[in-house]
C-alpha cells in the first residue's frame, strides 16, 4: 500500500485526498475529503470511487489513468456524495508505483467579486504545481531515509519543508482566494531561512546581515512573507548578483497608502547586480512583465499582492552596482505584542 495513507501530514491536509486500488475501490481516505462528502472514513472503504463520488465518467477517467500510467486533470466535476450537492471540483488522477492510484481533490471556491486577475491566475498555477510537489517531496523523504551524510539529510528536510511551505501556499490560493493566516511573525527568524535556502544552492552569492536586533514580531502569514523574501532574493540572484544584504530597521513617519504610520519596520535586499532596465522601471511590478527572456514576470506581481494584503508597501530604487527592494510592514502599537487579527496601523 502507498504511504501517502501513512502519513500524519496528508491526514491533516486541507485538500482532499483518497488513494484506490487496480479496481478502482478505495482504500483510504482523508478527512477533509469526507467531510465534503459528508461520509464516514470507515465507510467508503472499499466502495468504488465512481459510487463515492456519484460520478461514473470519473470512474472512466481513473481507469484510464491507471491503464496508462499517466496522470490526468478533470475539470469542473459536480460534487455530490451523501449531502446531494455543492461546488464543483477539480480532481487530479496519479498513478502510484505500487500499482494505486492517488485522488486529489481540490473544491472550488464560490465566485467571489474584488479578487485580482492575478489572483486568479495564481489559482490555476497553483493547482498546476500541486502533483510536482507531492513527487518533490517523496523522492526528498526517500533521499532522507537513504542517505547516512548528515549534512545530505538536512538538505533533504529542506527540500521537504519548502515543498510543504508551497503545498500550503497552493491549498490557500485554492481555497476561498487564498486567505491569509495570520500570526506573530519573526523576520529575522524567515531571513534566516532564507539564508539557508540561498547557501544551498549551487553558486550562492556572498551574504550579508545588518540586522536591528530590537525589532518586535509583526502581524502577517509566516509562509506568505517568507515567499516576498524568496521572490526578491531569486530575481537579485538572476539578474547576476554575486552579493546579498540583508537588512532590517525601524522607520520612522512613513506613509503606506493614505495611513500616515508613526514607525514601520523596513526590510531591505540589496545586490550588487547591474540594476533595474530602464524600460522596466514603470511596469517592474506589473503581471507577466520580467527582464529575462525566461521569467515569468510573476514574482514581484505575486510578492506586491502579498505584502499589500499586509497593510504594507513595496518599494525599490536601483543604480547599476546596487538595487534596494525594500518592504515596509506596519509595527504593532507600542508595548503591544502582534495579535491574532489583522493589524491595520
Not at 499517466?70 to 459536480?78: D, H, N, T
Not at 499586509?310 to 507600542?334: A, D, I, K, N, Q
Request: hydrophobic share 40%; aromatic share 4%; proline share 6%.
Amino acid at each position: 500500500m502507498s504511504e501517502w495513507h501513512s502519513r500524519g501530514w496528508a491526514e491533516q491536509m486541507s485538500t482532499g485526498l483518497a488513494v484506490v486500488d487496480g479496481q478502482l475501490r478505495v482504500q483510504w481516505i482523508n478527512p477533509a475529503l469526507a467531510e465534503w462528502l459528508g461520509l464516514g472514513l470507515r465507510h467508503v472503504q472499499g466502495q468504488p470511487l465512481g459510487s463515492v463520488l456519484q460520478d461514473s465518467a470519473l470512474a472512466e477517467q481513473a481507469a484510464r489513468s491507471l491503464a496508462e500510467q499517466r496522470s490526468v486533470q478533470c475539470r469542473g466535476v459536480p460534487l455530490l456524495g451523501a449531502q446531494g450537492g455543492g461546488p464543483r471540483m477539480d480532481v487530479a488522477l496519479q498513478p502510484l508505483e505500487d500499482g494505486h492510484l492517488l485522488v486529489e481533490v481540490h473544491v472550488l471556491a464560490e465566485s467571489v467579486t474584488g479578487v485580482s486577475p492575478l489572483s486568479a491566475t495564481l489559482r490555476g498555477f497553483a493547482h498546476e504545481v500541486k502533483n510536482p510537489l507531492a513527487g518533490l517531496r517523496g523522492a526528498a523523504q526517500l533521499l532522507q531515509r537513504r542517505l547516512d551524510d548528515a549534512d545530505m539529510q538536512a538538505l533533504a528536510g529542506m527540500v521537504i519543508t519548502e515543498a510543504d511551505r508551497l503545498a500550503a501556499l497552493a491549498n490557500r490560493l485554492l481555497r476561498h482566494d487564498g486567505v491569509p493566516q495570520w500570526g506573530a511573525v519573526n523576520l529575522h527568524r524567515l531571513l534566516e531561512h532564507l539564508c539557508d535556502l540561498i547557501q544551498a544552492e549551487p553558486s550562492p552569492p556572498r551574504l550579508r546581515h545588518d540586522y536591528d536586533p530590537s525589532l518586535p514580531d509583526v502581524q502577517g502569514d509566516a509562509d506568505r512573507l517568507q515567499q516576498v523574501m524568496l521572490n526578491l532574493a531569486r530575481n537579485a540572484i538572476e539578474a547576476g548578483a554575486k552579493t546579498l544584504t540583508l537588512r532590517s530597521r525601524v522607520e520612522h513617519g512613513v506613509r503606506l497608502g493614505e495611513r500616515m504610520l508613526r514607525s514601520a519596520l523596513r526590510l531591505d535586499v540589496i545586490d550588487d547586480g547591474p540594476g533595474v532596465p530602464a524600460a522596466l522601471s514603470d511596469t517592474l511590478f506589473e503581471p507577466l512583465v520580467s527582464g529575462r527572456a525566461d521569467g515569468t514576470g510573476l514574482g514581484l506581481a505575486l510578492s506586491r499582492e502579498i505584502v499589500h494584503e499586509h497593510g504594507g508597501e513595496l518599494r525599490y530604487v536601483s543604480r547599476p552596482g546596487e538595487t534596494v527592494f525594500s518592504l515596509y510592514l506596519p509595527l504593532p502599537p507600542r508595548g503591544g505584542a502582534a495579535s491574532s487579527g489583522r493589524a491595520d496601523g
